[in-house]
């Protein structure tokens, strides 16, 4: 090769394995969001309207077992109070379910290498399986809201904080995901993790009770669940009411996030149970 061609921007210049796309690749960024979305996309009936199904099925329960006797909870209809909660925790599940079952379904059927093997960064693979994750949570959101302001009238309160706490949501339990996905190598493995971390933390968050009416010890461990926040934080989007402050709920999920990507970002990058 002559110093003119190296001079010149040759395709010949840049080392093997140094990167060529600049500090973001945008276009491999830009795929990667685009495989998750049409994954969860071509089974739509299963990612959006099974959930919708869901919520629906919790609110219709939790309705008649507790009849019209029930009295107000924080100054508002029972299930009224419950509604936000029920749909963010859909919101939080769907957006662990995609980046978790993305992960472990390519570890299992030995495509993983597909992922690791184009010029992505760690960063770039942890935002890719994020939009997967946070687009599905917006989805379900989004359906399961429409569900209530036709069946129950429940509007929005506060716009910009419902979605902020949504996205907020979608992005923590996606992070959760990456990490549970990457941690996890079988299916067995997924559904422990499911089952005795992630479903209890949901269901333990003032989803169907107000925190107030807890044992002070529940009442304190409670506050160190960062799911509690993201449920009270939706639920003071959509109807106004909240047991905590909504800037503390802000403030506890984006820490939360930024922590569990930052973990997610070290596994990818070092590639721990990903690479020998």
């Keep these: 090769m002559t110093d003119h061609a190296r001079h010149e921007g040759s395709p010949f210049t840049a080392a093997m394995g140094s990167r060529r796309f600049g500090r973001v690749n945008w276009l491999g960024l830009a795929t990667l969001a685009e495989r998750e979305t049409r994954r969860f996309m071509a089974v739509w009936t299963q990612t959006i309207m ?81 939009a997967g994750g946070v687009g599905r949570g917006l989805l379900v959101a989004v359906a399961i809201w429409l569900g209530l302001w036709v069946f129950l009238g429940i509007g929005l ?58 044992p002070p010890v529940l009442y304190t461990i409670t506050h160190f669940n960062p799911i509690f926040y993201l449920i009270d934080g939706a639920r003071y989007g959509v109807i106004g009411v909240s047991d905590s402050d909504p800037l503390l709920g802000l403030a506890v999920g984006a820490t939360a996030t930024l922590v569990i990507c930052l973990t997610a970002w070290r596994m990818l990058a070092t590639g721990y149970r990903l690479k020998a």
């Design 50 to 130: 099974a959930p919708l199904v869901t919520a629906g099925l919790f609110l219709l329960i939790f309705s008649i077992a507790i009849g019209p006797t029930r009295g107000d909870v924080m100054g508002v209809p029972f299930t009224t109070f419950i509604a936000p909660g029920i749909l963010m925790m859909t919101v939080i599940q769907n957006a662990f379910a995609n980046t978790s079952s993305s992960i472990v379904i390519s570890k299992v059927q030995g495509n993983i290498v597909d992922t690791l093997m184009p010029p992505l960064s760690a960063g770039e693979l942890v935002l890719g399986y994020l």
């Design 157 to 214: 309160a506060h716009p910009m904080w419902a979605l902020c706490f949504v996205l907020l949501g979608a992005a923590f339990l996606s992070g959760i995901g990456i990490v549970a996905g990457i941690f996890a190598n079988k299916f067995d493995q997924m559904a422990a993790i499911t089952n005795f971390i992630v479903t209890p933390l949901a269901f333990l968050s003032g989803t169907f009770y107000s925190v107030e009416a807890l």
